[in-house]
């Protein structure tokens, strides 16, 4: 947990450094709305929750293919999973890849991430998932993202600013 928390420290104040010199078209803000799983490591089950979450992201250079780069930073919460006067809460930072599929349709992309989470559920976080542009300002996403312990199914939308 410390190296987590001392690596996302690191990682945003060096964004915050070069503050003065981000081009703004390239933020944007966001949020999703989650169903979360909780696999028994037993085999008797699993429980479940809703949550939402809040991110900012920027967008950063595009790779050889047409590969889009964006880093996120963002805040999860959900409700009580069931059965439990439990839930689940942190920060989260995240590499983002996205490719656009034009051959499918000129709007639609695929994406993938991978991050640190340094909340309750903290480590490593993988994900996968669709986005479809709506316009040029707003995009509608669908992913799949793997925590440590939990697993979640969100549906979020973007906002270019």
Not at 105 to 123: E, Y
Request: hydrophobic letters at 35%; one cysteine or more; glycine letters at 14%.
């Amino acid at each position: 947990m410390t190296s987590s928390l001392l690596l996302t420290t690191l990682l945003c104040t060096g964004t915050a450094a070069h503050a003065d010199e981000m081009d703004t078209s390239k933020l944007y803000l966001g949020g999703s709305f989650s169903y979360n799983t909780i696999d028994s490591p037993f085999g008797g089950g699993s429980a479940d929750a809703t949550g939402v979450q809040g991110f900012a992201g920027y967008e950063m250079a595009t790779l050889e293919g047409g590969i889009h780069t964006s880093v996120e930073l963002g805040i999860s919460q959900t409700g009580d999973f069931d059965h439990t006067d439990e839930s689940i809460s942190g920060l989260w930072l995240a590499a983002v890849a996205e490719k656009d599929l034009p051959e499918i349709n000129p709007n639609l992309s695929l994406l993938g991430r991978v991050g640190l989470d340094v909340g309750d559920d903290d480590g490593i976080l993988t994900g996968v998932g669709v986005g479809y542009r709506l316009n040029r300002q707003l995009q509608l996403r669908g992913e799949f993202v793997n925590k440590d312990a939990s697993n979640q199914y969100l549906a979020s939308l973007l906002i270019k600013l």
